[in-house]
Each structure stands twice: as structure tokens, then as C-alpha cells.
């Protein structure tokens, strides 16, 4: 049989590659933009092009509602995002944790289950990874993406000493020949000294020390890793020990105040392309993997979601919460029977709870299950003969008829019937009928 018109039904959307747009309206350091470079270099080591890669605002990590999208994350997660939440991203996005750093030890349950989901988390530091161990999720120690980044050509040596916001009490430990010719510079920005954005801004700043870089000396974590990674001698100078160079410090000394006297002040740099090839692989290959994943998966969803958040009716629940709302003032005082140990019963009781303040669940009646039903003791169907003023709402549709026969047996009126959907069957319609005052 042939058939005239054919409607042909095509999968759209699907999963999308990702990065952070960490867009700041007060004061920024351009050492947390170096970070998503990093990761734009890995996509163009992977031939994603920059068009194909969809940025998520970081204000929007809990309530992002766009497509499906594969994140990496080598960034910091230390300001909670929404609700106290640390790492719980929206549901459409799908994190791939690379380098990523915490500073609270204490997890909630919600954010370990949600790790464990998204296992192995790969940390940036030695502390993030003990915090993650220690509530038994599997992590790694990963560094930062940004120690990832191309070396420079090694035909440039550079004639500028950079010092990027050296701290005061170092200065006097600095050679006067390297003060002499050193330009003293700082991460610090505000938008408006970037009227192009933070993330063009560190692409101009690292660009012109890889152009010009003869020695860098820093107390930044991001003023030592991409110069580091671009080949450039750097003397990495901090007071105290920083939880967050734990693991840095395997790729370049960090010299603490006790050891400034030492320092030296002409380094050579430090060549690791086997590691950062590494890097690249294991990242690459864990985005690649999250997305061979998710990506049949979301596109499935992503075209039946189409049509997915229209208004509905959830049956046995809506029509039973329109009956509770039409026969019942907020203020009254009732007891109440839930027949059923149901999805329906637990729903209608919240709802009860939630708007009915001098409401009582007196009681909960099911055949078979012995138990504590929110907080309420599972019984027979006798026990409305002790409540005889209780309302009872039957949450089963297996017991229609068996609760017609009762309440017609008992005398019961009090009752509504949640799971019937506008079609009795003779039976049941013959005991609802013999009935002069019920509410249906």
C-alpha cells in the first residue's frame, strides 16, 4: 500500500562544546581569563573551531536553559554559584572537570553524589584533590590547563623584564641591575581599562610577554604558568606556600619568603612538552568521551523537549488538588485519610502539608504494605469507622470499587476518588450512584 504524503521527522540539537564566559562588572584579574584560552587551545588542538564553541555565562552555571553542552572546567570554583552550591551545574550541562579547585572541605551530600557522577575529577591542586578523596570521589591530580599552552619559537629571546605584581617586602632581594630594567606591571584590571572584554585583554597581555619576554617575575600563579608554558625564565616568588600551587610546584620552584635570599635571579626555562602533550591527550580524550556519551542521548531529548514545557495535567494529582482548592478554605481544620501507599498519596499529601496548615493526616490505609507512610503507620480500611468525620481520598486505582463497597457499607460520604479518569465502570457507577450527598 502506498501512502500519498510522507512525513519525514529529523533529530535537531544535540550536544554542543563548551566554555565559560567569565564577563566581571567590578575588579578582575586577568590571570582567571588566561584559563579559558587555555581551553580554546585545547578545542583548536582537537579542530574545533571557535565558532562551533558555545559560551556559558558563570553566572548561569545552576539555571543554564540552552542547548545541551560539554564544559571543561580548569577554573576555581570558590564563590557559590546558587542555593550554596559548589560544583551542581544545570542539568543541561554536562562538566568535564579538568583542573578544577575548591576551598570548602565540607561537601554537601548533593555535591559528593553529584561528582561521583562526573568521576574522575581532575584537580588543580593537591588540596582540592585530598577534599575530593576524602568524601571517597575519585580525583586526580590534572594542574592547570593553562601550564598546557604553546611553547613560543625558540628563535625569540626577548628584552623585557616583566615583574607582575611582586609583592613589596620582595624588592629588596631584587638585584639593582634587574630593577634597573624591569617594567613593573599588574593582573589587576577594571572594565573599563578593557574595553574589549578581560578575555581579549589577557590575549593582548600574554601575547605581548610572548613577544617580548626576556625574564618574568611573579607572586601570580597565571603570571607563572602560561609564561612558564610559553618558554619564557620565571621566577615564581610568593610569601607563603598557597594551597592552590600544591602540584604547580612539581613543574616550577615556588620560592616562599625563608628562601628569597636564594633565589636565582637568572633561571632557565623550563621545557616539559611531553607533559603538556599529555595534558592535551587526557583532556582531549575525556571531552570526546563525555560527548560520544551524551551527544545520541541529548539530541533524542533535545528534539522531544521541543514541545515538553506546555502546561499539563498530571493525572490523579491536578484534578484532585482543583477539588481540594474548590471544597476547602485555607483556614479549615480537617482530618484526612489517604487510601493507597501511592505516588499520588505522597503528592496530595504535600500539597495538603503545604497549603492546609490545621489539616491532619489521621491515617493511611493499604492492603498489603506494612509501614510508616509520612509518619503515619500503614492500617486496613476499618479504621474509618474511627474517623467517621475524616475526609478520605482513595490513591489507588486499584481500590475504587473495593472503597465504593466500604464507604456505602459504613455510611463514609466524606470521599473523593483521585484515579478515576471520567469513565466508571458499571459497577463502580452503581455504588456511586446509591449515594444522595457524595462529592465527586
Known amino acids: 500500500m502506498m501512502r500519498d504524503k510522507e512525513n519525514s521527522v529529523m533529530c535537531g540539537g544535540g550536544v554542543k562544546f563548551g566554555n565559560l564566559d567569565f564577563s566581571r562588572s567590578e575588579r578582575l584579574t586577568i590571570g582567571d581569563d588566561v584559563q579559558l584560552l587555555a581551553i580554546r ?12 564553541i558555545l559560551r556559558i555565562p558563570f553566572h548561569r552555571l545552576a539555571d543554564w536553559d540552552g542547548e545541551y553542552v560539554i564544559l571543561p572546567i ?5 564563590g557559590y554559584h ?4 559548589i560544583t551542581q551545574f544545570s542539568p543541561k550541562i554536562i562538566p568535564v572537570f579538568l583542573g578544577v579547585s575548591v576551598l570548602d572541605t565540607h561537601l554537601s551530600d548533593e555535591e559528593v553524589q553529584y561528582l561521583r557522577r562526573f568521576e574522575p575529577i581532575g584537580c588543580r591542586d593537591g588540596y582540592t584533590m585530598r577534599i575530593m578523596r576524602a568524601h571517597g570521589i575519585t580525583a586526580y591530580l590534572g594542574g592547570c590547563m593553562s601550564a598546557s599552552l604553546p611553547a613560543r619559537d625558540k628563535t625569540i629571546q626577548g628584552d623585557t623584564i616583566y615583574c607582575i605584581d611582586i609583592q613589596d617586602d620582595l624588592l629588596p632581594y631584587i638585584p639593582e641591575e634587574i630593577k634597573k630594567q624591569a617594567v613593573f606591571v599588574s593582573h589587576l584590571y577594571y572594565p573599563e581599562d578593557c574595553p574589549l ?3 581579549k585583554k589577557a590575549e593582548e597581555v600574554y601575547g605581548n610577554y610572548c613577544k617580548s619576554a626576556k625574564l618574568i617575575i611573579t607572586s601570580r600563579l597565571h603570571g607563572a604558568l602560561p ?30 619568603r625563608q628562601e628569597w635570599s636564594t633565589i636565582d635571579w637568572n633561571p632557565a626555562p623550563i621545557m616539559y612538552e611531553e607533559l603538556k602533550a599529555l595534558m592535551i591527550q587526557n583532556a582531549a580524550k575525556r571531552i570526546r568521551e563525555s560527548y560520544e556519551k551524551y551527544s545520541s542521548i541529548f539530541r533524542i531529548s533535545a528534539f522531544y523537549e521541543t514541545n515538553a514545557a506546555e502546561e499539563c495535567h498530571v493525572e490523579f494529582y491536578t484534578n484532585t488538588e482543583d477539588y ?15 487510601w493507597g501507599v501511592t505516588q499520588t498519596a505522597s503528592s496530595v ?18 492492603k498489603k504494605k506494612r509501614l510508616i507512610f509520612h509518619g503515619v ?8 469507622e474511627d474517623h467517621k468525620d475524616a475526609w478520605c481520598f482513595v490513591c489507588t486505582g486499584a481500590a475504587i470499587l473495593e472503597s465504593y463497597c466500604y464507604f456505602e457499607k459504613i455510611g463514609h460520604t466524606r470521599f473523593y476518588q483521585c484515579c478515576e479518569d471520567g469513565k466508571k465502570h458499571e459497577k463502580e457507577a452503581g455504588y456511586q450512584n446509591s449515594f444522595s450527598n457524595v462529592c465527586l
Open 324 to 338: 481540594i482548592e474548590r471544597n476547602f478554605d485555607i483556614n479549615d481544620s480537617f482530618s484526612y485519610i489517604l
Open 74 to 78: 580548569s577554573f576555581p570554583l570558590y
Open 377 to 384: 503507620k500503614t492500617d486496613t480500611k476499618e479504621i474509618l
Open 349 to 366: 499529601d504535600a500539597y495538603i502539608r503545604e497549603h492546609y496548615p490545621n489539616a491532619r493526616l489521621a491515617g493511611v490505609i493499604d
Open 227 to 256: 609564561c612558564v608554558a610559553m618558554g619564557i625564565p620565571v621566577i615564581f616568588a610568593k610569601d607563603r606556600m598557597s594551597f592552590r600551587f600544591l602540584g604547580i610546584n612539581s613543574l616550577i620552584h615556588v620560592y616562599t
Open 41 to 52: 587551545y585545547l578545542y583548536k588542538t582537537m579542530g574545533i573551531e571557535e565558532k562551533d
Open 197 to 199: 572584554g578581560a578575555e
Open 82 to 85: 546558587a542555593e550554596m552550591k
